[in-house]
């Protein structure tokens, strides 16, 4: 079963725009993470934000968490065409295992 | 390089045949998985292990087994029973509160 949804499933910019992404999950979680998949590779993560904080950066990303409506968004800012990639988020599953739960993904073409 | 090395990169499966996937690491991680993904679609869980000589089925370990004999191997089979096995398979592995690490995806094919 897949615990996340993303909207949108895809998103076309222009090279320094910034790109939103948004993760809706169902279940209490204990931290939410963000991957992106280039294109027939494996998934590298991105930054993982706890259920206690609400806010976190790293570099040109920023991650909010909105537990109370069980939602998290992904920020992309001054966007560039290497940026152009698949981003999912995952949310933990509980108990004592890293089992993850994956979202569908959004689909983010910059062009140049 | 510390990293998750899945092969073969393609594989084509013949009716009725089994066919293995190899996944090793060399990050020390307790915990390996697989995951299976679609067309344009998120990652569904089919098996994962925390430990070695130990592992649990996930959403959709039908079709499927697997082993884990050494901490770094944790070996996929898609059995014939797997009737519709064409999709992109990508092997992860992690140590307690740690972020998962992907390897680059073995895609299989029906011939």
């Known amino acids: 079963s897949q615990q996340g949804e993303e909207d949108p499933q895809a998103l076309s910019i222009q090279e320094g725009e910034n790109a939103t992404m948004n993760c809706s999950y169902k279940t209490s979680i204990n931290n939410l993470q963000w991957y992106r998949q280039n294109s027939g590779r494996g998934l590298v993560h991105l930054i993982l934000?706890?259920?206690?904080?609400r806010e976190k950066h790293s570099g040109r990303l920023r991650v909010t968490l909105d537990t109370s409506k069980k939602s998290s968004s992904l920020l992309i800012t001054a966007s560039r065409a290497a940026d152009t990639a698949s981003y999912f988020c995952a949310t933990d599953s509980g108990g004592n295992t890293d089992k993850l739960i994956f979202g569908t993904g959004t689909r983010l073409q910059v062009f140049p | 390089d510390g990293g998750i090395t899945q092969s073969p990169k393609y594989l084509f499966r013949k009716e009725g045949q089994n066919v293995t996937l190899s996944c090793e690491q060399n990050l020390n991680h307790d915990a390996m998985y697989w995951y299976r993904q679609d067309p344009g679609q998120g990652l569904r869980l089919i098996y994962y292990?925390?430990?070695?000589?130990?592992?649990q089925k996930g959403d959709i370990a039908e079709g499927y087994s697997v082993s884990r004999e050494k901490k770094e191997s944790f070996p996929l089979t898609v059995t014939s029973a797997q009737k519709n096995p064409t999709a992109f398979y990508l092997c992860a592995s992690t140590s307690v509160g740690q972020p998962q690490h992907f390897g680059d995806g073995t895609r299989l094919s029906i011939l």
């Open positions: 292990s925390q430990i070695v000589n130990d592992f």
């Open positions: 934000i706890r259920s206690n904080e």
